[in-house]
Nanobody, 112 residues
Framework: QLQLEESGGGWVQPGGSLRLSCTAS????????IGWFRQAPGKEREGLSC????????QYADSVKGRFTSFRDNGKNTVSLQMNSLKPDDTAVYSC?????WGQGTQVTVSS
């Protein structure tokens, strides 16, 4: 069965940047479209981005457009989410998704 894992979360000041990575065990991520989602305490899970298998097509939620960028590194078998100009309301658990499969999530906290 598929297993996904996120890394790169942490604590950052407002205006700072973080890069999250999604890795897979036992299969190649470059065969699948991959989404990034987040869920803040007490709120619904929010879709942030979806990148096609080739990396040539990507869409972003309005809340992160212009600040977040998703990209692939096929040599490392990863899909990353570069997050810039972070705001306190970006605080959430961030997860990657492949169809019905999810990673465990990584915590991002933006605070001064």
């Amino acid at each position: 069965q598929l297993q996904l894992e996120e890394s790169g979360g942490g604590w950052v000041q407002p205006g700072g940047s973080l890069r999250l990575s999604c890795t897979a065990s036992g299969f190649r991520l470059d065969r699948y479209a991959i989404g990034w989602f987040r869920q803040a305490p007490g709120k619904e899970r929010e879709g942030l981005s979806c990148i096609s298998a080739s990396g040539g097509n990507i869409q972003y939620a309005d809340s992160v457009k212009g600040r977040f960028t998703s990209f692939r590194d096929n040599g490392k078998n990863t899909v990353s989410l570069q997050m810039n100009s972070l705001k306190p309301d970006d605080t959430a658990v961030y997860s990657c998704n492949l169809e019905q499969y999810w990673g465990q999530g990584t915590q991002v906290t933006v605070s001064s």
